[in-house]
């Protein structure tokens, strides 16, 4: 599966029902027109399908005791500057009640760009968890159940689908791809959040944002635009496996975002071995960092010290040594057919996690994703049964897990494709609201084993924040587990705790 399809992961959009606060499609008459006209025809088109707004009240049993609190699932509107209606945004809100004053309010979106907030949603904030049998892999019979970890125990939560995911619509075609783009995202969203805060008279809580993979890049642009636009600050965010530099992205003959990539196929090799410590990956990270990036950048090696340096690799990773000295040290291209072992392949969301290659035969990967692809495909379903039976939300559309037609009409910067997307970044985003708002706080949360947003390139993202921005303010926290790591018990544990205390750290302050 090709990177620019799974880079996955989290959109916050609300509606706005005042003009002057929606988002316009681009396209101009035209678009507006053909809107306008299927918002007309058949009974309202493609929103007649999409049933009243839910409300129902609820217990979360919570480890400090019970919890009452009010479910919302439901839609808002879009208006483009003209009146007409141009899309419909589901979401859901988990809102505790007799709440304290000062409550946290979290907007979750997962990225992609194109994946609905189901995998956030069921995997780890909401009162639902969704479990995937003995062996944490079978997504044939899931099984939703309570989650004592659920972020509601500290937090209101609001998790918002993105438009042409989930149940989430825009009139047309073409006023769809009016949302598709980083910066009309951001703003649509932080528009969003701003009618939402409004309504709900909300504005004195705390405002965070919580946005997994591409997700957490999106969390920086919104809040840049909640501040820039509607003139609303935010009081930290929580990236989980985010995108945050697109140059270090699969970026796969570049010596630094090799090196960055390392350390995460590493651990999964040792958790492969059963031999994972932090000692040990300690190791391998200097290596990463030094004689790594070194070897890389440098002159190829030749004779005693090229054995050594591909036999290190080769160690480290489990990629046979021939195939290490053919790639030159680089294989970010190669690793997954060659780490698993014969006639395996592993996933890029966990590099530990492997699966017989359905075309052992082929040089490249051909393989569907074994997680994205694979079990986790269930949180699609799941969630309709859930919001159908359980918070009384019933619609005969089907639900939109994954939309990779969003992915394919993504705009990054004016254009296209996967070039573009190298030349995203969120790194100065996250400097500007450390600079203006001083009780700003940043976490980022990552899996060891994720070769696909390695927490490497997070780290140096980090680590070369000025420190008076950083200290104190920004930190990143590394669990067992891959690019969604909480579908591990201990390490969704882990995390929650991590997170409370993140949130509870500003209360104090």
């Known amino acids: 599966m090709t990177v620019h399809r799974i880079i996955a992961s989290l959109a916050i959009v609300l509606a706005l029902s005042a003009p002057v606060l929606a988002q316009q499609p681009r396209g101009g008459d035209e678009n507006r027109e053909r809107g306008r006209q299927a918002e007309q025809g058949a009974g309202g088109g493609i929103f ?20 009452p609190y009010t479910a919302t699932a439901g839609t808002l509107d879009l208006f483009g500057q003209d009146g007409n209606r141009s899309a419909k945004i589901f979401y859901t809100a988990y809102i505790a009640k007799n709440r304290e004053p000062g409550r946290p309010l979290t907007f979750a979106f997962n990225g992609g760009p194109g994946a609905a907030s189901a995998y956030l949603h069921l995997g780890l904030v909401g009162p639902k968890i969704l479990e995937f049998g003995t062996t944490g892999d079978n997504g044939t019979t899931p099984r939703l159940k309570d989650n004592p970890e659920s972020w509601l125990a500290f937090t209101d939560l609001v998790l ?27 703003d649509s969203l932080s528009k969003a959040i701003a009618l939402y805060v409004q309504k709900n008279n909300r504005l004195d809580a705390p405002k965070y944002l919580l946005g997994e993979s591409y997700g957490g890049f999106r969390a920086a642009k919104v809040a840049v635009s909640l ?19 697109g140059r270090f992205l699969a970026n796969s003959d570049d010596p630094l975002s090799a090196a960055l990539q390392l350390p995460s196929l590493a651990a999964a090799e040792l958790e492969r071995r059963n031999q994972f410590t932090p000692e040990k990956l300690a190791d391998a ?15 190829s090696p030749t004779g005693q ?10 160690e480290l990773t489990g990629i046979p040594r021939e195939v290490v ?3 030159r040290g680089f294989v970010g291209n190669v690793y997954t057919k060659q780490m698993g072992g014969p ?16 075309y052992p035969e082929e040089s490249s990967t051909r393989n569907d994703d074994p997680i994205l692809e694979g079990y986790t495909r269930a949180y699609g379903a799941t969630f309709a049964a859930y919001a159908r039976n359980e918070l009384g939300f019933a619609t005969e559309m089907t639900y939109s897990l994954l939309n990779e037609e969003v992915n394919r009409r993504w705009e990054w910067n004016g254009s296209h494709g996967a070039d573009s997307r190298s030349l995203a970044s969120a790194s100065t985003d996250i400097r500007d609201l450390l600079s203006v708002i001083p009780s700003f706080k940043l976490m980022i949360a990552h899996g060891y084993s994720d070769a696909l947003t390695p927490y490497g390139a997070s780290r140096y993202v980090i680590d070369h924040l000025p420190p008076e921005l950083a200290a104190g303010r920004a930190d990143l926290k590394v669990y067992r587990g891959g690019h969604m790591f909480y579908t591990k018990p201990d390490s969704r544990r882990s995390f929650a705790g991590d ?11």
């Open 48 to 67: 007649s399908l999409i049933p009243a707004d839910s409300t129902t009240e609820h217990v979360f049993k919570a480890p400090s005791g019970d919890l």
């Open 160 to 186: 918002i689908d993105p438009i042409g995911t989930g149940w989430s619509r825009a009139a047309s075609n073409d006023a769809a791809g009016g949302y598709y783009g980083v910066r009309q995202d951001a």
């Open 227 to 245: 501040k820039n636009s509607q003139g609303m600050l935010a009081s930290g965010i929580i990236m989980l496996s985010p995108l945050v530099e």
């Open 285 to 299: 990270e200097r290596f990463a960092s030094g004689d790594y990036l070194v070897g890389l950048a440098g002159p």
């Open 305 to 314: 010290a090229a054995e050594a340096f591909y036999g290190r690799v080769s």
């Open 325 to 327: 000295t053919r790639t």
């Open 343 to 358: 006639g395996k392949i592993v996933s890029p969301y966990d590099a530990s996690y492997g699966v017989p290659d359905a």
């Open 499 to 509: 997170v409370r205390a993140f949130y509870e750290a500003r209360a104090t302050d």
